[in-house]
């Protein structure tokens, strides 16, 4: 079971660049919980973008993931307060 998806982000003023992610994979079947499983692909999908040269905004991710930005805000933040790495894009990045 695995699924990718071409997305499109903006890389300033009037370009795009396709991106490559990974929304399924088999290893989602070892999450513990809908938590856990949405933060898992949530740190997937931002690792794939940035190797990719792009970073996701909330916005993004929430078109992705179908999940608020509420919740994402929720999920980054604690995956934070874990010590791990989220890049994304705009000015809610900051702590």
């Known amino acids: 079971m695995s699924g990718t998806l071409t997305y499109w982000v903006s890389t300033g003023g009037n370009k795009l660049m396709s991106l490559r992610l990974t929304v399924c994979t ?4 070892r999450s513990i ?3 856990d499983l949405r933060r ?8 794939e973008a940035l190797m990719q ?6 916005k ?4 992705i993931m179908l999940t608020s930005k509420a919740t994402l805000k929720r999920d980054v933040s604690y995956l934070r307060r ?3 790495d989220m890049p994304l894009k705009g ?3 900051r702590q």
Do not use: E, Q, T
């Not at 088999?26 to 079947?29: E, M, P, V």
């Open 26 to 29: 088999a290893d989602d079947r």
């Open 33 to 35: 919980g809908l938590a």
């Open 40 to 47: 898992r692909k949530l740190s997937r999908l931002l690792n």
């Open 53 to 58: 040269g792009a970073r996701l905004s909330y």
């Open 60 to 63: 993004d991710l929430s078109l």
């Open 82 to 84: 874990l010590g791990m």
């Open 91 to 93: 000015a809610m990045n």
